[in-house]
T-cell receptor, first 114, second 114 residues
Framework: DAGITQSPRHKVTETGTPVTLRCHQT?????MYWYRQDPGHGLRLIHY???????DKGEVSDGYSVSRSKTEDFLLTLESATSSQTSVYFC?????????????FGEGSRLTVL | AQKVTQAQTEISVVEKEDVTLDCVYE???????LFWYKQPPSGELVFLIR??????QNEISGRYSWNFQKSTSSFNFTITASQVVDSAVYFC???????????FGGGTRVLVKP
């Protein structure tokens, strides 16, 4: 258990509004990730971070931005939410050992865009 | 590019039956890592197993067993004598050589009926 907390856990918003999801970890893990889970698609990587202020895009990054100003926090922002971004969002972390790959996941944040 | 395919979207069995979940992967890396995760109805993702590309030994952990075959790029998962508590979505995943990005399959939902 990497002590990962996601907030909010549930959110309903309207198309065009900005949304920020927060991921907070207490284990000082170097890597942090944002995934989205949709039926039939499994989990798809949105963005990830390999250190403070170091981020990179995943396979479905369009429409999303991230920031990591502190080791423990990784923010996911939807600048202008669309209905296609209705999903369950999972944050994950990984220890700073390059060859393990095991991720620890948060409990998920369910976002509904009307 | 990496890809993971779980062709079975849903499997329904009666308790005590065995169930095998298929996973086929694609990668150009010679070093990579394969994973299985379980997502019970409560929604969290639980790590089950990690296997590196140089270790083709099959593994058994209680009622769970895994069959890794590089020749067919498959990493199949078998639950023996299934129980109702095994009902969940199971994800196969593939990590790159650096172990810093995980690509998931679409998941297989297993329903074990009493």
């Amino acid at each position: 258990d990497a002590g990962i907390t996601q907030s909010p856990r549930h959110k309903v918003t309207e198309t065009g509004t900005p949304v920020t999801l927060r991921c907070h970890q207490t284990e000082n893990h170097r890597y942090m990730y944002w995934y989205r889970q949709d039926p039939g698609h499994g989990l798809r990587l949105i963005h990830y971070s390999y250190g403070v202020k170091d981020t990179d895009k995943g396979e479905v990054s369009d429409g999303y931005s991230v920031s990591r100003s502190k080791t423990e926090d990784f923010l996911l922002t939807l600048e202008s939410a669309t209905s296609s971004q209705t999903s369950v969002y999972f944050c994950a972390t990984k220890k700073d050992t390059w060859n393990t790959g095991e991720l620890f996941f948060g409990e998920g944040s369910r976002l509904t865009v009307l | 590019a990496q890809k993971v395919t779980q062709a079975q979207t849903e499997i329904s069995v009666v308790e005590k039956e065995d169930v095998t979940l298929d996973c086929v992967y694609e990668t150009r890396d010679t070093t990579y890592y394969l994973f299985w995760y379980k997502q019970p109805p409560s929604g969290e993702l639980v790590f089950l197993i990690r296997r590196n590309s140089f270790d083709e030994q099959n593994e058994i952990s209680g009622r769970y067993s895994w069959n890794f075959q590089k020749s067919t790029s498959s990493f199949n998962f078998t639950i023996t004598a299934s129980q109702v508590v095994d009902s969940a979505v199971y994800f196969c995943a593939l990590s790159n050589a650096a172990g810093n990005k995980l690509t998931f399959g679409g998941g297989t939902r297993v329903l074990v009926k009493p």
